[in-house]
């Protein structure tokens, strides 16, 4: 293996490992301090159940983010000195208020995990909405430094050098917001729908459990809102893509040829070579308005920018479309559950239906499925550019040989601890409560 | 005061709050593996609760520091990810398996056998990891990374496998363990766990001793500017004098178990070690050619980031004193 594609693997393998862990701390606070909350507001004892169970199972997958995020923050340099040499001036900025964030975090998860018995109730859920507010925030941050890697601004280039610095401007790039809204809606869609599709799994079973339908009930809300707004803030996205990676976003299509009034194309195969794509439904029109809201304004080609400056098309492509039907899909099963929800809530019967809870657990895996396809899309579609139009990702690589090596061995190692979490979150998960006896609240909490 | 320097310093803080916090977690880790005798279990009880509800908080210190050296000095970051690539690596398996051990161990099946396999991971990266770290930090310290027009000239092996920063490796691990083992003896509730922690204290304050010693003497050939800071320049001999008294004094409060007094001597003597390091290789940021100037990024920048790390510690020092104060009160 070449060490230029031994480093890209390594970083992707770990991007792709470190997103799943990244998303679900970003979102499970925030079902704790829910169930939490609705604990202290209606002093019913399943909810306080529901916080801790979910608290344990948050503080095995934070241990591996934060471990797996600070092999990310060397990776940059190990991997790529060369464009942290030449970026970290301009994009430090957001990656040390991540820091504050993630400080913020673990200060008050570990306030909020080992604090049951040590603080009063409400500095508790006190404890737990600064988890998910500093957990939102890093991961805004973070993305907000990704999003000036695809729209690169706040510097000025004078002999190969960045002058004129601008950390403020290069925050405020225009992928920016519409990146990082993407994301966090992704996080929050994702994380609750598998929540949803274990709860919906287990009332499957054992339909008449309270716990597991406060759960569901939670997990959907959270999920399903994210799910139903998240269309929205993927068109502002492509919008945004289409003005700053005109060639991404032909990639994102497989649009070969420059045309006025283009064709929005569902699945299809890309043959790179031919210069077309194979087997897609064509809807008139549709990307033209998608891109710029006009059903006339011409969308460029992939054809139209030089070989050296396109990414691999058929894998952008590919994955795009997986990362589109998830999240449609996702709306839909969203928008039926609202209407359940809206339809069968006073008589609590919104859940008894064996189809629906059937269609959650099927649902389950969709949103990281989106996000780790949609990442795919990101990161493989900027390519050959680690910062657009700057610098090549083959400028950036360590001269470092043997990369390979590394890469094998964090992938080993981050198979195991897949494997080790995955088997203790089934251990969490297995024992359904019962509603609880009636047990004073000391007894409860030193539970 | 050049704001580059100020900012250096901040890292230098950072430095020094990692190695006496996550440092000592690392130490725990180190006393969970040698953790024998009667009270064994109540040893390891004892560590793993010092260390549960504070580790998370405490590792984010490394990340600061990484964080400040790549924004507010990029070319000196890429130079050491270049050359330290291996040992940096190493250090992060460390700290994965350290951290995620420690993790899985609290969530598993609280049955022996698979509690001591997690120990076992979770106690050997603590041991090993802080010995990469020093090693890491003595080769930025030896002088022997040497680039030419922006190629590595040093290689990936050279400025690392020899004496000097396996001996700074071995020091650091010493340091380690003594902080935590005097920490433990304040923490500790029953007076036999204090006596055995008490113990570990005096038994890793020599082992303190003998390693600054070691390091001092293979600094001659390895790492000689620092040494000929540390062991020539005006303060140096004040500095030495603050530390040796610190020194002594954590083993006279040790000796006479006035623990409380035993923790703030040790915790000065550390950060005396590292700020008389951090001194002795002033300007430079890594030895010989990368200096805090030379490195530095635009003014901007380090405006901003002065800017940032003052706002965030704003927030920080008081979360932070409130975790303190929730679980290591009393």
Known sequence: MEDLLAARSQMAMSLAFHIIFAAIGIAMPLLMTIAEWKWLRSKDEIYLTLAQRWAKGTAILFAVGAVSGTVLSFELGLLWPNFMGYAGSIIGMPFSLEGFAF???????????????????????????????????????????????????????????????????????????????????????????????????????????????????????VGGVSAILQPLSGDTLAKSVARTQPVKLAAFEGHFETERGAAFRIGGIPDE???????SIEIPYLLSILAYGDPNAVVKGLN???????????????????????????????????????????????????????????????????????????EVGRQPWIINGVMRTSEAVTPMPGLIVPFLTFTILYIFLAAITVWLLLRQVAASPRDPEPKPMEARLAA | MPLETIIAGVMVASLVLYALLGGADYGGGVWDLFAFGPRARAQRTLIAEAISPVWEANHVWLILVVVILFTAFPPAFAAIATALHIPITLVLIGIVLRGTAFTFRTYDVQRDDVQRRWSLVFSIASLITPILLGTTLGAIASGTIRFENGTLMSGFFRSWIVPFPFAVGFFALALFAFLAAVYLTVEARERELQEDFRMRAL??????????????????????????????????????LFTAIFAVGAFVTLWTRRYWLARVCAAAQVTLILLGWAFAQFPNLVEPDITISSAAAPQITLELLLGALAAGAILLFPSYYYLFRIFKAE
């Open chain 1, 273 to 279: 070579a031919a210069g077309v794509t194979h087997y």
């Open chain 1, 103 to 221: 400080f913020t975090e673990a200060i008050f998860l570990g306030i909020y995990l080992y604090g049951w018995k040590r603080v009063p109730p409400r500095a508790h859920l006190f404890a737990g909405a600064m988890v998910a507010v500093s957990g939102a925030l890093s991961g805004i941050f973070v993305v907000i430094a990704n999003a000036w890697m695809n729209a690169p601004t706040g510097f000025r280039i004078v002999d190969g050098k960045p002058l004129d610095i601008d950390p403020i401007a290069a925050m405020l790039n225009p992928a920016a917001f519409s990146q990082t809204l993407h994301m966090t809606l992704a996080a929050y869609a994702a994380t609750g729908f598998v929540v949803a599709g274990i709860h919906a799994f287990m009332l499957r079973r054992d339909a008449n459990n309270r716990f597991h339908r406060a759960a569901l009930a939670i997990a959907l809300l």
């Open chain 2, 203 to 240: 038994v890793s304050g020599v082992a303190v001793g003998l390693l600054a010693l070691t390091v001092f003497i293979l600094a001659k050939t390895g790492a000689p500017t620092v040494r000929a800071g540390i062991s020539r320049s005006w303060w140096a001999l004040g500095l030495h």
């Open chain 1, 304 to 378: 139209d920018f030089p070989a050296s400056n396109r990414p691999p098309v058929a894998i952008v492509h590919v994955a795009f479309q997986v990362m589109v039907g998830c999240g449609v899909a996702m709306m839909l099963v969203s928008l039926w559950a609202a209407w359940r929800y809206i339809r069968g809530r006073r008589n609590q019967k919104w859940l008894d239906s064996k189809w629906f809870l059937r269609l959650l657990i099927v649902a389950a895996p969709l949103g990281f499925i989106a996000i780790e396809t949609g990442w795919v899309v990101t």
